[in-house]
């Protein structure tokens, strides 16, 4: 195998994201055997689901939530009065968000196993905020955790 410059290491560690799909795209366009490749490695990276990251990060994301935020957001808008523990409801959907398109992200590569272990990190995560979360937010969105965990 050619040993790499570092022209080409230096351009690896410069391209964007969008870039770097883009490029991997073209790959798998022209090469069947680097199509299948890429599907591979795609499938072994993505299998590594952590129940317990997941729980953590979608805690630390709910505990982060600042009372004053929904303080901030909720009130008299152009469109009327949004009251506090509504914009607290949707802040808390907001922080779910990505992790509950991430889920989906699996169910939609079949990957039903991977899937439901993210589905479970999720759940664990809310339990956690719940039972454990000091946060000052959590007084204004009582239902929240109750409601997302169903």
């Known amino acids: 195998m050619p040993k790499r410059s570092n022209k080409t ?5 410069e391209i ?5 799909l883009a490029i991997l795209r073209l790959l798998a366009k022209e090469d069947p055997k ?10 072994e990276y993505l299998s590594g689901v952590d129940i317990e990251d997941i729980a953590s990060q979608v805690y630390f994301d709910l505990d982060s939530i600042e009372v004053e ?6 009130g008299r808008t152009r469109n009327g009065y949004v009251e ?3 914009m607290a409801f949707q802040m808390f959907e907001d922080a779910l968000d990505p992790f509950i398109e ?3 992200k699996y169910q939609k590569l079949s990957m039903f196993a991977e899937a439901k272990e993210y589905c479970i990190g999720i759940l664990k ?3 956690k905020f ?3 979360s000091t946060s000052e937010y959590k007084d204004w969105a009582v239902d929240a955790p109750s409601e997302f965990f169903g």
């Open 84 to 86: 506090p523990t509504e």
């Open 9 to 13: 290491r230096n351009i690896l560690d």
């Open 34 to 43: 680097i199509a299948n490749r890429i599907e591979q490695i795609a499938i």
């Open 69 to 74: 935020e929904v303080w901030d957001r909720s």
């Open 130 to 132: 719940e039972n454990e």
């Open 102 to 104: 991430e889920m989906k």
């Open 125 to 127: 995560g809310i339990c």
């Open 16 to 20: 964007s994201a969008d870039d770097a």
